[in-house]
Nanobody, 118 residues
Framework: QVQVVESGGGLVQPGGSLRLSCAFS????????VGWFRQAPGKARVWISL???????AYADSVKDRFSISRDSPKNTLYLQMDDLKPEDTAVYYC????????????WGQGTQVTVSS
């Protein structure tokens, strides 16, 4: 089991940027991937990005070319740089871990709210 704490959310205007952080209680290299999800009001939680121990990254089409995932391994911290934000990016953002190709159902944090509005 792992504890995660997301931070960095806030209110930003369309076209603006934010960087989210996720602190893990153990090494990210203990998992076959770590990643970000988001849940918009009234909608299901969806995957948006991941990074593997080898550094491979992947993005959902909705955020590709605007968001960038990275990590600071010694600090056990995951980041999500979000640029050119749009109102449809408004959601609670969560990080999670994947083991044997299955995302955890038990290790969700409290999330961090991102609101994109003028």
């Amino acid at each position: 089991q792992v504890q995660v704490v997301e931070s960095g959310g806030g209110l930003v205007q369309p076209g603006g940027s934010l960087r989210l952080s996720c602190a893990f209680s153990k090494s990210m290299f203990d998992f076959d991937a770590v990643g970000w999800f988001r849940q918009a009001p009234g909608k299901a939680r969806v995957w948006i990005s991941l990074i593997t121990p080898g550094g491979l990254t992947a993005y959902a089409d909705s955020v590709k070319d605007r968001f960038s995932i990275s990590r600071d391994s010694p600090k056990n911290t995951l980041y999500l740089q979000m640029d050119d934000l749009k109102p449809e990016d408004t959601a609670v953002y969560y990080c999670n871990v994947r083991e044997r190709l299955v995302w955890s159902t038990n290790d969700w944090g409290q999330g961090t709210q991102v609101t994109v509005s003028s």
